[in-house]
């Protein structure tokens, strides 16, 4: 995101509930759809077929949906120090929206996600279990006193089983009973999660060292997070090779040579214009993937980037994503 000066929206959408939609910061949904929609073509089994969602699937990935909007919002009270020195996110950490809408939406959420598991009818002890684990690595993520995403490694790792592994196993029993084919599988994905990660925290390493958080960015410094970024990148060609994930495999190649030539400008140069673009690749390149199995997924893409664009050139006047 392009930073934005401090201060009120340059103009203001037609309505507040534009507000509470950007407060669930749907852009960061596309890899939770991702991991949904390939979780559960691979526990179907295989990729030679177009796919159709089951409504199973569909009732759990919405509630878990709803349930992670719920974890975001969390994330941004926690996070208002460093979202106001990063010059990101804006709608808490400037004051632009009530505290009494965000506990309202907050407690929305998920009683939606409780609810459509129960009206869905795929209310089950796996569904439950990989919830509340979500539920728990969003908390602790986010809120003292735990406070992951301050802590080197533990944020690393608390993305790449979140996503990675808990997003993956959530679409996989939507189709058939957990099993330990779904842990294993599930190794590509956290370690690109984890690359993926590993980039993200380097252009807010200075706004969250100033705000006392010590990330993996912080602790390791832009260049050797960088390659540490690429080792995890690397690490998920391997694995995608030996497990033959044949739809993760072509998304992660793809993706190497640009990390590795971001990482080297990074430790020659200190920085790279081209991170945010090199960041997106991996989650890009992974949900093209998934729309290769079911085509209408592009259009989802599509409203939810196109909407994020509107809203926040209208709203602040900046680019995203």
Known sequence: MTPAPRGPRRLRPARWWWDAIALTRPTLLIPLWTMHILGAVQ???????????PSRFVAISLAHT??????YIVNQLSDIDTDASNAKLFLIADGLVSRRMV??????????????????????????????VSAALGVAYSAPPARLKARPVLDVLANAVGYGCV????????????????VTLSATYALCVA?????????????????????????LGAGAAAWCGVLLLTAALAAAMIQRQ???????????????????RIRRAGRDVALTRVTQLVILALSVAAAVVWPWYVVLLAVVIGWARWYYRVSFGVRYP
Do not use: K, N
């Not at 526990?43 to 796919?51: E, L, M, S, Y």
């Not at 690359?195 to 958080?213: C, E, S, Y």
């Open 167 to 182: 997003a993956l196993a959530v679409g996989w029993v939507s189709v058939r009973p957990l099993t330990g084919a779904a």
């Open 103 to 132: 506990a309202l939406e907050l407690a929305a959420l998920t009683a939606a996600s409780v609810a459509v598991l129960v009206v869905g009818r795929v209310v089950s002890v796996p569904v439950m279990a990989l919830f509340a």
């Open 246 to 264: 044949w739809l993760a495999l072509p998304a992660v190649a793809l993706a190497l040579p640009l990390y590795v030539r971001s990482a080297a």
């Open 66 to 71: 709803l349930l992670m909007a719920a974890a």
């Open 195 to 219: 690359a993926t990660f590993m980039f993200t925290t380097i252009p807010d390493i200075q706004g969250d060292a100033a705000a006392g958080a010590r990330t993996s960015g912080v602790a």
């Open 43 to 53: 526990a179907g089994g295989g990729f030679d077929r177009a796919w159709i969602p």
